[in-house]
């Protein structure tokens, strides 16, 4: 098959390598090779369908062309024949791809067409033939020998031809022959025993090898053997030959250079080819007494005198006693007396010499087959190798037992273990004859059965009477498919597993669920009101007494199912919902009631029985009264200080404060204003505070914006868009959420993570980030009011050293102003300054022992600072004490952490 097109057709993706596979498998398939073999005329119909119902899976098409080969169904010549079916043709390739309908004809003509010009225009620039040799072939078939003299006259070549082994020994002796072509199946020996025993004698000599039934050989000394028995030699010698040929001739060629450089070198005369000729005269003798070492001495001129010859010489012999040492290496003799070798090679005698003591001679392993006297088994004797024997391959032998009977199961791994055995093995069975047989395989969960016929080994075939008999007996009668049974058997799809029976698996009841019922009292609001943060409004969920807040559903009983014997499975129920109150402690309950609600209805709702807001906490809900307030926080409302949730519709306006004991929700945004929460605080429009507004949380704050604000949080602080100008100090994170967002200016204080998407800004303003340190929220309430009076006092130092040529107007403003405040601490501040002034005083005294501390060494929470996008100088970081500065602008993602005591960026 066109392997080189198929390659092309894949890489153009004309064909995918799924359809390679389906081309592959059809092509090697005992169905193509019988189909090939009917159409020539040499099996007859009977004989192709016996072949073609065989499985891909047991046995290739090289199987049973070696089967057919062994029973004289067929001959080598017919192989051959058989085999042009299948050579390297387009057109045979282009006729499976359309029987398959991978690719229309009129569609893949064009690409045969331009592979057949590329094909010729390569055979036209093929290099130059090789240099002329002087060949020995040996071969005892006439197509073999036709072939190759085909190939190799019209080159040149000079060829003997020989046509047994014992022939060809003779020949190498008397010629000096470049090289030795065998085929591998000769009458005497095979092909690569008489390569390997003249490589014994003449290690310069080169060899080819063509034919066989195994995968490959590699031998030593320059052995190459090609093995391609898919039918017949001629396609395998055509395709291949020349490629063999030119790798010999560059191993030759590569020799004599070596040859020419050391020549070149002024090396010693040391004549190889003389100690080569000296080693066919060294002969190795087995006795009972000892092995003996015998060299002619008419052909090995005698030294006389090691000492008195001259350096090439002495470098000659040399080599020559190193040439026999390897050679008795080779023979795996033991105890070699070395002294006897260099005598004999220096002082040859003229009878053997005893240079061993007494050792076996190798034998290869042998193995004899025959069938058992009942006929059921195939038995096999093996007798393991002695010395440097060979060992058998356990493939070879598989044909010598179906020789003996080819019906029967193989034993592989019997014939594996025997060949690898030291010991002799008598009568072991290695096939074994089998009648057809079914299994079948009931699923765990008993509703699936699975058929699986198995083959028969000259033994009985299976009946559909036996096959029902035993469904009978394992109990199956639901879902059976009795025609599917039927066409399996009739069929005879061997060791294939198929679903003959189908039951129905139970499906479970649905466990009982709670869902929330959707509050949406604020949608008007949000739908006229541009840029809402969605996300702060629904946590609001206002309900009114008697209105349902959750919804139980029940749970479900199940459906039973059903399994192959007919028995029913039954289905589990589900569980109900579980509901326990805040008062008890059950792990187990999927909800937990709070204040101010009532399970209802038969345990189906969940009802608020009272006006308030909706909280829920993972399994925990309950109903808290809230405060409102329809409008701003200003002088129409005043000061807020109320027990529970508050929800502020407006604004807090400049110098009012707020307070509650649980969450505030502000819709508006906060000025310079005071914003106290015993939960957390939710600011849908933002802080915009003139460096004086102060928010603090016992939970966490949350806000579209934060500008000119003093913001302290228990747990974190979120801004949608920026932080600018600002102090936050948080024991949890602190991080702007907008793809845009950005942190300039002012101090940020976290316990663990600080993250945004710009941080600082091109003119340098100055930004500083301390997280994992210890953050006392009294103490830093105190430095804010440290900070607010030195920046009061240094206001009141500029205004009084202004020039008393300042006009009237300006004093009189100023001196009315005045009136307008009092002393605190010795210094006189606005009215305006002492109201956060006294805010800070009054928290101080309650809070001062009150407030837990943040301690950072008893978290195990990685410190970090995350900027997406933009980082600018004149920002100064700080990580557990450990300092760093931005010096120049960073472009991209970083992140900072502490490695031991070193802050270290990474991108």
Not at 209 to 223: A, E, I
């Amino acid at each position: 098959m066109n392997d080189r097109f198929l390659a092309h057709l894949v890489k153009h993706d004309k064909i995918s390598p799924g359809d390679l596979k389906k081309i592959n498998d059809i092509f090697h398939s005992p169905w193509f090779f019988a189909k090939s073999a009917l159409s020539l005329g040499f099996i007859s119909k009977t004989q192709y369908e016996k072949i073609a119902t065989v499985s891909a899976d047991e046995k290739t098409a090289k199987d049973i062309a070696k089967y057919l080969l062994a029973k004289r169904i067929l001959t080598t010549t017919q192989l051959a024949q058989i085999g042009e079916k299948h050579k390297n043709d387009l057109d045979l390739v282009k006729n499976i791809i359309s029987e398959l309908d991978i690719i229309e004809p009129a569609r893949l003509d064009p690409e045969v067409e331009a592979f057949s010009e590329q094909i010729r225009r390569e055979a036209q620039e093929r290099r130059t033939p090789l240099a002329a040799l002087d060949i020995l072939l040996v071969c005892a078939d006439k197509t073999f020998e036709e072939v190759i003299r085909e190939k190799l006259e019209p080159l040149g070549h000079n060829v003997t031809v020989h046509n047994d082994a014992i022939e060809a020994g003779k020949a190498v002796d008397e010629n000096e022959y470049d090289l030795v072509v065998s085929e591998l199946e000769l009458e005497i020996i095979d092909g690569i025993q008489m390569v390997g025993q003249m490589l014994n004698n003449y290690k310069k000599l080169y060899t080819a090898v063509f034919g066989g039934d195994t995968d490959s050989y590699t031998l030593p000394n320059r052995l190459y053997i090609e093995e391609r028995f898919f039918f017949g030699d001629k396609n395998n010698i055509e395709r291949h030959f020349d490629e063999y040929i030119e790798k010999i001739v560059r191993k030759k060629s590569g020799m004599q250079g070596l040859a020419d450089k050391l020549a070149a070198a002024d090396a010693p005369d040391f004549d190889q080819a003389e100690i080569i000729r000296w080693m066919r005269d060294v002969r190795v003798e087995y006795s009972k007494d000892g092995i003996y070492l015998e060299i002619d001495p008419e052909k090995v001129p005698r030294p006389h005198d090691q000492h008195r010859i001259s350096e090439s010489d002495k470098q000659k012999y040399k080599g020559f006693i190193e040439a026999v040492n390897k050679k008795l290496a080779d023979m795996k003799i033991e105890k070699i007396d070395t002294r006897a070798v260099e005598m004999c090679v220096w002082y040859p005698w003229k009878k053997a010499v005893k240079i061993a003591p007494p050792q076996e001679q190798s034998k290869d392993a042998a193995a004899s087959f025959s069938l058992s006297e009942d006929g059921r088994f195939v038995l096999m004797d093996y007798t393991p190798p002695i010395g440097r024997g060979r060992r058998l391959n356990p493939r070879n032998l598989v044909f010598k037992v179906q020789e003996v009977q080819p019906e029967f199961c193989i034993l592989n791994s019997t014939i594996e273990n025997v060949c690898f055995s030291d010991r002799p093995v008598n009568a072991a069975p290695v096939a074994e004859k089998r009648d057809a047989s079914v299994e079948i395989r009931i699923s765990p969960d008993g509703t699936e059965a699975f058929m699986t016929l198995r083959r028969p080994y000259g033994g009985k075939p299976i009946r559909l009477k036996q096959v029902r008999q035993l469904i009978k007996d394992m109990g199956i009668k639901h879902g059976l498919d009795k025609n599917l049974i039927k066409e399996f058997c009739e069929s005879s799809f061997w060791d294939r597993e198929i679903c003959i029976a189908s039951g129905r698996l139970p499906v479970d009841g649905r466990d009982g669920s709670v869902r929330n019922v959707e509050l949406d009292d604020y949608e008007e609001r949000r739908q006229s009101c541009t840029g809402v943060n969605h996300r702060i409004v629904q946590a609001m969920e206002k309900v009114y007494a008697g209105d349902p807040i959750i919804i139980v559903e029940p749970p479900t009983d199940g459906i039973a199912g059903i399994n192959v014997m007919g028995e029913e499975i039954p289905a589990k129920p589900g569980k109900p919902v579980k509901f326990a109150t805040s008062t008890q402690s059950d792990t187990d309950a999927t909800l937990i009631l709070g204040d101010n609600t009532e399970l209802v209805l038969g345990g189906t709702r969940v009802i608020a029985t009272i006006d308030g807001m909706v909280k829920r906490d993972g399994r925990y809900i309950d109903v808290s009264p809230v405060y409102e307030v329809d409008g701003d926080v200003d002088y129409s409302v005043g000061n807020l200080d109320i027990s529970g949730d508050l929800l502020i519709r407006g604004s807090v306006l400049s110098k009012f404060e707020v307070k509650a004991s649980g969450d505030i929700h502000i819709l508006g945004s906060v000025e310079d204003a005071v914003v106290q929460s015993g939960g957390s605080i939710y600011i849908e429009q933002g802080v915009y505070g003139n460096e004086k507004a102060i928010i603090y949380a016992a939970n966490s704050v949350t806000a579209k914006s934060i500008e000119q604000a003093n913001v302290f949080s228990r747990g974190s602080i979120t801004a949608h868009s920026n932080i600018s100008h600002s102090t936050l100090v948080a024991y949890g994170n602190i991080e702007t959420t907008a793809k845009n967002g950005f942190i300039v200016g002012g101090l940020l204080r976290a316990g663990f993570k600080v993250a945004t998407s710009r941080l600082g800004s091109q003119a340098g303003t100055i930004t500083t980030l301390d997280i994992g340190t210890t953050i006392n929220m009294a103490d830093e309430i105190e430095n804010l009011k440290s900070y607010m009076l030195r920046k009061i006092s240094l206001g009141l130092a500029i205004a009084n050293s202004k020039s008393d040529a300042d006009n009237e107007k300006e004093k009189e403003e100023k001196d009315d102003e005045a009136l307008k405040g009092t002393r605190y601490e010795g210094i006189h501040i606005k009215s305006y300054n002492l109201f956060f002034l006294k805010w800070i005083d009054n928290f101080i005294r309650k809070n001062k022992n009150r407030v837990p501390v943040f301690r950072p060494d008893a978290r195990t929470v990685p410190y970090r600072i995350t900027i997406e996008n933009h980082t600018y100088p004149g920002v100064y970081l700080r990580i557990k004490g450990m300092n760093f500065v931005i010096k120049n602008e960073l472009v991209g993602k970083r992140n900072f952490s502490l490695s031991g005591e070193t802050i270290v960026e990474s991108v």
